[in-house]
């Protein structure tokens, strides 16, 4: 490798191969993961909160080795399989069906779940047994919101994670660079999962959830990852939802993706093409991604 390159919002000079490289040598028991967590002090790469960013070592590590520029250790245990493939634990639910007027289920209690409480533990389940995506985790920074109603009922499920790395309709609407997409990402959070549960039936629900929750996402990031969310994201299936109620709640749409999927180099995997909208959640959002601060 002659020239320096950018992986995973990090540049990576020979020399950086060349230390990944002996500290494998020179340490032949540690696995991937005390390896990811030895280079994160070493290069002192931190969050905001100042948490190393092991997570994004260890892709960091992997498509270095997927590149041919490193050997990482075996793998002890498959890890992403058995994250993605452990079992989501029941918890049991009241399924009466609830319907109305708004009004009549406020004042909503809308909690940020804490991870690995009994909240954390409902809230997986409904994703993965009503969503019509599934659910079986996540990584990197997220949010879940579990909401109820004044009775105790939950209503519903949203899930906000990591923005997609590159989409034109988004990136247009921005004036994104190539540059400044890579620099400001961390920025934009997607909202991944929305589930009303299958037996409420009550109109605005939904449209208002998201302008609720829209108004306490950032301060809600901040606490949790010591940064600010700038622009909200969704990818809206066409095949199956009209975004009525992203529309409701002032959402633009941008365009729509070209139904293609993000590994799908050779034009040859064909997925549904989705609606792309945004919310900007301060009037300054451009000039924020745009421009160096």
């Known amino acids: ?3 320096d390159m950018v992986v995973q919002g990090r540049k990576i000079t020979p020399a950086d191969i060349q230390l ?26 931190r969050n905001l909160k100042g948490r190393i960013k092991d997570m994004a070592c260890r892709s960091l ?27 989501i634990t029941f918890i049991p639910h009241c399924t009466e069906k609830i319907s109305g007027s708004l009004k009549t289920l406020r004042p909503l209690g809308i909690t940020n779940i804490l991870p690995r409480t009994q909240d954390d533990k409902l809230f997986n389940c409904l994703l993965a047994r009503y969503h019509y995506l599934g659910y079986k985790g996540i990584v990197g920074e997220n949010i879940k919101y579990l909401v109820r109603s004044c009775s105790g009922r939950p209503l519903a499920c949203l899930l906000f994670g990591s923005a997609a790395w590159k989409t034109n309709p988004r990136d247009s609407f921005i004036g994104w660079d190539s540059l400044n997409r890579k620099n400001k990402l961390n920025f934009i959070t997607n909202n991944m999962r929305f589930l009303i549960l299958p037996w409420i039936q009550v109109p605005h629900l939904a449209s208002h959830l998201l302008s609720r929750i ?4 950032s301060s809600d990031w901040i606490t949790k990852y010591g940064h600010p969310i700038y622009l909200l994201e969704t990818f809206v299936d066409r095949s199956r939802f009209r975004g009525v109620c992203y529309r409701a709640a002032n959402w633009i749409l941008t365009g729509q993706t ?25 009037k300054k959002f451009r000039e924020v991604l745009c421009y160096d601060s």
């Open 20 to 45: 990944i490289k002996q500290l494998i040598v020179d340490n032949p028991s540690w696995g991937r993961t005390r390896l990811s967590k030895e280079l994160c002090h070493l290069w002192d790469w």
């Open 1 to 3: 490798m002659k020239n």
């Open 258 to 282: 070209k139904g293609r999927t993000r590994n799908d180099r050779d034009h040859i995997i064909k997925a549904p093409v989705k609606d792309v909208y945004v919310y900007p959640l301060s």
């Open 61 to 87: 590590l992997l498509k270095l080795e997927r590149a041919g520029h490193i050997i990482l250790p075996p793998s002890k245990r498959n890890t992403a399989k058995a994250f993605r493939n452990r079992p």
């Open 214 to 217: 829209s108004r306490r996402l």
